[in-house]
């Protein structure tokens, strides 16, 4: 049996079908380029006869893309599959997917049908798309659901018929993962030229197995798993495709399954999809949530500063995530404290360090979010040298039908230095002011903006990250003023550069 598992991403197709996450075809288009780039092998593109839209999309789909298999969704009725197979006439590989419901409950209370007509109805549309192409795809509706002794019937027939992929979906989550397990090896034992074709998992999460059932599919012989990113999908959502992919990466030495995705693609296009659909992602989430590679507890951070690998299962490159994140709260330890400080260039004495982590325990109790310019104002000012560039003046002009405008001055070692920049707010204007002055080669990485108090007299607190020559130094300002405190900001990270 081939040890190549193929990644079949419906996240255009199923993933779609979640109401408010609807797509354009120029976004499904980008969708697609990024799932080719990310080495997804089959791409299910739409379900063409659902509307004009959609037979819009597989089209230009199919002419956008190159090495995937475009695939179009079908129920097993004709006048679904020509329109199928029209919507494909530009893929360079096309694929129909048809097929039809299994269960009990399908075909007696959703089709009104029997299992003889089924069966008939099962061959019959297999033999009907294969008049367009050679890569034809059954799904077997409710198959966790489905007798295994019938479905194996079903299965054996479609594939008599000329399916070269036979999906069997857990359709509506029910099953515990060692029953799909059995189900699928049940098929694999049982079905007369069942090598003929690749078995296909397609889980929901209605009980979050999911991706458990998709794991004990592919142990007992299934060899595409349906998938999409993030897990979007119909009611609790589909099999994720990160999750599988990383698991047979992690683990390879135990299961021998490899997939022709580039892992490091994958935080990218979390949050491609995310930001498109609106779907924001949950924080611990697997993978690509926030807190996937993030550590709070002081016990863990410790472990994770000393090696990765005492807590981390997976190193954050392998998806795209450039490292872990230590954060701050109350249940970090000093071995967290220190490293944050000297992140942000402190270099502190042991009993400096020991002060100021009981003072930062009072905070972290008090706030949810501890911040860098927290922890600064709690190493105090005397550990910082004098500012040699100071704020020593600062005008903006804004407002509506105006191009916003920035006058600063500031004082060098002593001495009175003036520039005026337009920019694309005020901003923007008085940072370009700034660097007008100082003419360093200063990249802007980060901005954050956070309330201290509440109101429209509010005191703003400015943290700014910024690049020069690949060393990152922090700035922090707070004001009233948001424009004044991100100038403060920005010139305290400049205080920080080597002296030129």
């Known amino acids: 049996m081939s040890n190549k598992l193929y990644i079949f991403d419906t996240t255009l197709r199923d993933g779609e079908q979640v109401p408010g996450c609807q797509l354009n075809t120029v976004e499904k288009i980008e969708v697609a380029k990024a799932l080719q780039d990310l080495g997804v092998d089959v791409i299910e593109a739409g379900f063409p006869i659902s509307s004009p839209g959609d037979f819009e999309s597989v089209v230009e789909i199919s002419k956008a893309v190159t090495w995937p298999t475009i695939c179009a969704l079908t129920r097993a009725v004709q006048k679904d599959i020509d329109v199928a197979a029209e919507s494909l006439q530009y893929a360079k590989k096309g694929r129909i997917h048809t097929g039809i419901g299994t269960s009990y409950y399908h075909i007696h209370h959703k089709l009104h049908s029997t299992p003889e007509d089924i069966l008939e109805r099962a061959a019959e549309a297999v033999k009907y798309a294969k008049k367009y192409v050679e890569d034809v795809e059954f799904y077997a509706e409710d198959a966790g659901r489905t007798d295994n002794e019938y479905l194996a019937k079903v299965v054996e027939a479609v594939i008599k018929a000329g399916a070269t992929v036979v999906n069997i979906p857990d359709t509506t989550g029910y099953c515990l993962p060692h029953e799909f397990g059995e189900k699928i090896k049940f098929l694999m034992d049982n079905v007369k030229g069942i090598e003929k074709a690749t078995i296909a998992t397609h889980c929901h999460n209605d009980l979050g197995m999911a991706t458990a059932n998709t794991i004990a599919g592919i142990i007992n012989g299934a060899r595409q798993a349906e998938v999409t990113i993030n897990g979007i999908g119909e009611r609790a959502g589909n099999t994720s495709l990160e999750e599988v992919v990383m698991i047979l990466k992690s683990r390879y030495k135990a299961l021998g399954i490899s997939t022709n995705i580039n892992t490091k693609k994958i935080y990218g296009t979390s949050r491609l999809i995310s930001t498109l659909m609106n ?114 003046f600062l005008q903006v002009v804004t407002g509506k039908n105006l191009i916003p405008m920035a006058t600063v001055r500031l004082d060098i070692a002593g001495e009175k230095f003036d520039a005026t920049a337009a920019g694309n707010g005020p901003v923007d204007s008085a940072i370009k002011a700034i660097k007008q002055i100082i003419r360093r080669q200063v990249v802007i990485e980060e901005f954050l903006v956070q309330a201290i108090t509440r109101g429209s007299d509010d005191i703003g607190k400015v943290h700014m990250q910024v690049e020069y020559n690949e060393t990152i130094y922090h700035g922090f300002g707070a004001n009233t003023d948001i424009i004044t405190a991100s100038a403060e900001a920005f010139l305290d990270a400049i205080n920080k550069l080597p002296v030129v």
Do not use: C, W
Not at 282 to 308: C, E, M, T, W, Y
Not at 324 to 346: P, Y
């Open 279 to 392: 779907m924001p992602v949950q924080p611990n989430k697997a993978i690509v949530g926030r807190n996937a590679f993030a550590h709070s507890s002081g016990i863990h951070q410790d472990g994770v500063l000393k090696n990765r690998e005492n807590y981390e299962i997976m190193d954050p490159t392998d998806v795209g995530i450039n490292e872990s994140s230590i954060l701050l709260t109350a249940r970090s330890g000093r071995a967290a404290l220190k490293h944050r400080l000297e992140l942000m260039g402190f270099d502190l004495s042991k009993e400096k360090l020991n002060e100021i982590y009981e003072q930062f325990l009072k905070i972290a109790d008090k706030k949810k979010d501890i911040r860098d310019d927290d922890i600064a104002l709690l190493a105090g000012d005397a550990t910082r040298q004098e500012k040699r560039i100071k704020l020593d």
